[in-house]
């Protein structure tokens, strides 16, 4: 079994369900700032993405891109299902109004 490197932060708690976007923003936060703090070799060193039995390893960069940005999207897809399943307006996504919202074009 592998185990985090001794920096890794244990996750945070989310104690209820007004606490998840503020929990978001704080983690989202945090990873902006340690991108933030790399530089282009770092970016580029190699990184390993383990799912016992399975591993993968590609460019720092890659990895944020791919598990990390994509994965983003794709759960907020899944959140617009959701909402539009249980009638709840759905938000405009990446700078553009959804259909619950007015076009102001």
């Known amino acids: 079994m592998m185990h985090p490197p001794a920096e890794w932060s244990p996750l945070p708690k989310v104690a209820t369900e007004s606490n998840v976007v503020p929990v978001a923003k704080e983690c989202f936060a945090a990873a902006a700032s ?61 700078g553009m109004p959804s259909a619950h919202e007015p076009w102001d074009a």
């Open 34 to 94: 340690a991108l933030r703090s790399m530089t282009d070799a770092d970016l580029f060193d190699p990184w390993t993405f383990v799912a016992s039995p399975h591993a993968a390893r590609m460019p720092r960069i890659a990895a944020v891109r791919t598990h990390t940005l994509q994965h983003r999207v794709h759960h907020r897809a899944q959140l617009g299902v959701y909402l539009r399943l249980l009638g709840i307006p759905v938000p405009g996504l990446y």
